[in-house]
């Protein structure tokens, strides 16, 4: 494996047409794959109508409509006919990504990809396809299933100057390389004295799927968050998808980058022009005066379902997507506390320790005299996410409760 990365790395100047004819992987263990693999999502536009996969069942489609709402981020709502007349291209969200890292991989040859099926197979969601034909075996590496093998190998790439993507097919996977990621990734710059820089981008899916079991829909954000020495960012659009995905892969740092399994069919029209996101940098969703209402990744859609309702009930909330969950965007989050006086926090991570609970520290500790009501945090419950698709709905947070919430706290 070592003379794998060293002709990788000394391809720099040279075109890479060597590939290593590597056997396809065509067993994989059934907790992993077949949960994943046979999921089915319905498409969400960016005018709110929701397609279904063929053979959905209408109690089905009426979940999917409660739970998936539509991608508006503005007061008013965009019609069908305005957003097909508007420059640049429509992707699905795992679509964005792919453009992203592809685009990375044409202008930097150090970029690679390693994971699990991410080659041939094309990835569990098909965020890598068809780069293995277009880059070859060496850099879009398949790996065994052994995330605390190829997270090691990965990081200890990014030390030679390489700069690895590695694919976790589920971030709940990803613990068996907690070692490797905190210990490794998050230390080396700092122990080694400045002499390694460790440009290493993590990513893979997340959160809390349709009836994956408990396993699969973890919420595991507040873990890597408490690592010392990385960055971590959750892309909720296919716009900050992409831009996210460009930006993590430039850093000199090692980035975290959660992808939610419920959004990857999200679909919206992106620019043709190359852009990147600030990885430090908040998104203001929607502008308002009454409350602000903190969240990121899914619940951004469960937030903005809310917001309707709360606008024809006289409310004018402000919902801002954190988007960066280490380190908070504290300048855009100030403005809007020192606007609006009050804040409510919604997320899907669990209660205890979680995304919401290091936000409400932080706003307390910098903005406390620009409060004039308790922080009030909404958070998914502190069990394993149950099987059975109704108690699942009970575990995260649903856009009623935001309602709620928000009279309550303009009372």
């Not at 795992?94 to 040859?109: H, K, N």
């Not at 969601?125 to 790996?143: E, I, N, P, Q």
């Not at 606007?339 to 209660?351: A, N």
Request: hydrophobic share 35%; charged share 20%.
């Amino acid at each position: 494996m070592a003379t794998i990365f060293q002709g990788l790395r000394g391809g720099a100047a040279v075109a890479l047409t060597n590939s290593i004819d590597s056997k396809k992987l065509l067993s994989r263990s059934t907790s992993r794959s077949l949960s994943e693999r046979k999921v089915s999502f319905p498409v969400v536009r960016s005018d709110g109508s929701v397609n279904l996969n063929p053979g959905g069942s209408n109690a089905r489609a009426r979940r999917v409509d409660q739970l998936i709402t539509n991608a508006v981020a503005t007061k008013a709502d965009s019609s069908a006919a305005s957003s097909t007349s508007k420059p640049g291209h429509e992707l699905l969200l795992f679509e964005a990504l792919r453009e992203g890292l592809e685009e990375e991989m044409d202008r930097d040859p150090h970029v690679c990809v390693m994971g699990e099926d991410v080659g041939h197979y094309g990835g569990s969601y098909k965020v890598t396809r068809g780069l293995a034909d277009k880059y070859g075996d060496l850099r879009v590496l398949d790996t065994p299933i052994a995330e605390n093998s190829f997270t090691g190998m990965g990081i200890g790439a990014a030390m030679t100057g390489l700069r690895p993507i590695i694919e976790g097919m589920n971030m709940g996977f990803l613990l068996l390389a907690f070692n490797q990621i905190s210990n490794n990734c998050g230390m080396l710059h700092y122990t080694s004295g400045g002499q390694f820089t460790i440009p290493v981008v993590i990513r893979g899916p997340g959160g809390v799927g349709r009836q994956l079991g408990a396993e699969h829909s973890q919420r595991l954000e507040s873990y890597f968050q408490s690592i010392p020495g990385i960055q971590m960012v959750a892309c909720s659009t296919p716009y900050n998808a992409k831009g996210l995905m460009k930006a993590a892969i430039r850093s000199e740092n090692p980035v975290i980058l959660f992808e939610h399994v419920l959004l990857y069919n999200l679909k919206e029209r992106i620019p043709d022009e190359e852009y990147i996101c600030n990885l430090e940098e908040a998104e203001m969703v929607r502008p308002g005066e009454h409350v602000t209402i903190l969240t990121y990744s899914r619940m951004r859609y469960h937030v903005m379902q809310a917001a309707k309702t709360l606008v024809n009930k006289g409310y004018d909330p402000e919902v801002i997507d954190i988007r960066s969950l280490k380190p908070f965007d504290l300048h855009m989050i100030g403005n809007s506390v020192k606007k609006t006086h009050r804040v409510l926090i919604v997320e899907e991570c669990m209660r205890t320790g979680g995304i919401g609970a290091s936000l409400t520290a932080a706003i307390t500790e910098n903005f406390h005299d620009y409060l004039d009501a308790p922080i009030v945090c909404l958070s998914s419950q502190d069990v394993p996410t149950p099987y059975a698709g109704t108690l699942e709905e009970w575990t995260v947070v649903q856009p009623a409760q935001i309602v709620t919430a928000v009279e309550q706290l303009c009372q």
